[in-house]
């Protein structure tokens, strides 16, 4: 392990040499200074990404998954709680967490057949048994392995805005929460961003733990989002905050009141998950970055023009093409916001 994580770090930083460099670097000598180090920061404009848009490769270690960021060009991002709990110690599941999440995406929008109810049922049990496992382990949990990711990750040029893991939830405790929000600020993270719980008590909890340990939390939504959708949590605590979906906004039908809400909360939004989805009346699709309803552009150069600080998040969630893979896809969602910002 120790022989991989050493390979996976000296490629990742380029020590191998110029053979390394990833694509989005080739052929532009003015910042060879610093070489294999990425800059998403385009015009005043942090781009990031979501780790999640990873989710598909094989290897989701926090050496892997760091490969993949700066190959993709990226130099802030939102990381999942994996890469980072794996990398700290965390018992691993026994169970197929992608067929959970994709499970548990159709079971919100209500599409499970009856066979995938019952699959799900069975995940759900195996899931619940995990989590007691999870819970013991993060209260004792050593701050330290955090600590040493924030510093590879630094030390390769990328820096980690937010950290999302699964410890924010109605069933995790106080200390798990806790734990959450100090891994958190081990890792360097302004925030910790989870679903909006739809439960006014459940944010006020999160948002007076927030004050607590002093870490903000970002309510992420996806189409039961509305223009006043977090005006509660905001009025519980001024920890609590806006991790927006412009596409899933988009997808839910308030297109005419995406750049309205920007305008409105953007000192609460710390951070923005970015897609293309279309309207209700064209499908509510998700797809390549140019070819939805969602303004990706003009929201860039909103944020471009009355400077806000506030990262651009990349979420991957179309359908990758057979020819191509993850790392290439995000590659082209960056070059979309840099030709939007030139």
């Not at 989805?277 to 552009?297: C, F, M, S, V, Y």
């Amino acid at each position: 392990m120790k022989n991989r994580r050493e390979f996976l770090i000296k490629s990742t930083l380029g020590a191998a040499g110029l053979a390394l460099a990833p694509a989005w670097l080739q052929g532009a000598p003015a910042i060879i200074r610093n070489f294999n180090k990425p800059d998403s920061k385009i015009n005043g404009v942090q781009i990031g990404c979501i780790t999640y848009s990873f989710r598909s490769l094989p290897d989701q270690s926090a050496e892997a998954t760091l490969k993949y960021v700066v190959d993709s060009g990226l130099s802030a991002i939102e990381l999942m709680g994996d890469p980072a709990e794996s990398f700290a110690g965390m018992p691993q599941a026994t169970f197929e967490r992608s067929k959970m999440w994709q499970l548990g995406r159709k079971a919100r929008d209500g599409e499970l057949t009856d066979d995938e109810k019952k699959e799900w049922e069975e995940l759900q049990k195996e899931a619940a048994a995990y989590s007691q496992q999870v819970a013991a382990w993060r209260a004792t949990a050593d701050m330290k392995p955090f600590e040493q990711v924030k510093k590879m990750y630094k030390d390769a040029g990328v820096s980690i805005y937010a950290f999302k893991p699964a410890a924010f939830g109605r069933n995790n405790t106080d200390a798990e929460v806790a734990y959450g929000m100090k891994a958190a600020k081990a890792l360097g993270a302004s925030h910790v961003t989870l679903e909006h719980p739809s439960n006014d008590e459940q944010t006020l909890r999160l948002g007076k733990l927030g004050e607590k340990y002093g870490m903000s939390v970002a309510y992420h939504g996806h189409e039961q989002q509305t223009f006043d959708f977090w005006d509660t949590a905001l009025a519980q605590s001024p920890k609590n905050a806006l991790n927006l979906d412009m596409g899933h906004f988009v997808a839910a039908g308030h297109s005419d009141e995406l750049v309205p809400l920007i305008q409105k909360q953007h000192a609460h939004i710390l951070s923005m998950h970015t897609k293309d989805r279309q309207t209700p009346a064209h499908g509510k699709g998700n797809l390549a970055w140019g070819e939805g309803d969602t303004p990706i552009g003009d929201v860039l150069q909103l944020m471009q023009k009355n400077k806000y600080k506030f990262p651009a998040t990349i979420e991957l969630e179309y359908q990758v093409p057979e020819s191509s893979d993850p790392v290439k896809e995000v590659q082209k969602c960056l070059e979309f916001c840099r030709k939007s910002l030139g």
